[in-house]
């Protein structure tokens, strides 16, 4: 049974920068394609990133390209989004996904959702 959890969420302003961070236990890792969603108040969970299992292919929702870099740490069996230049619309719970050999990084881009969930960190940005 794998296991993500995400952290690094917080209150932040426009313009600023969060690193979130999810650390997944109970599965083999590195060969997991992850993926970063997020969903905000009233409207569905949407893609925002995802990452091959090796880290040597990226996908990016339009909305975050040139601001938002995901990375990986296979050794600490870790995904990170680096999130810079934040708007008030990047307001949103974050969520990391995978599911092993199932769900490609270049599937979860084109709207595939992988099947194990973390709980969610809030990113909350003011203007």
């Known amino acids: 049974q794998v296991q993500l959890l995400e952290s690094g969420g917080e209150l932040v302003q426009a313009g600023g920068s969060l690193r979130l961070s999810c650390a997944a236990s109970?599965?083999?890792?590195?060969?997991?394609?992850m993926g970063w969603f997020r969903q905000a108040p009233g409207k569905d969970r949407e893609f925002v990133a995802a990452?091959?299992?090796?880290?040597?292919?990226?996908y990016y929702a339009d909305f975050v390209k040139g601001r938002f870099t995901v990375t990986r740490d296979n050794a600490k069996n870790t995904v990170y989004l680096q999130m810079n230049s934040l708007k008030p619309e990047d307001t949103a719970v974050y969520y990391c996904?995978?599911?092993?050999?199932?769900?490609?990084?270049?599937?979860?881009?084109?709207?595939?959702?992988?099947?194990?969930w973390g709980q969610g960190t809030q990113v909350t940005v003011s203007s």
């Open positions: 109970g599965g083999t890792f590195g060969f997991y394609a």
């Open positions: 990452i091959s299992r090796l880290g040597l292919r990226t």
């Open positions: 996904a995978g599911d092993g050999e199932i769900t490609t990084a270049q599937q979860m881009a084109a709207g595939i959702y992988p099947g194990y």
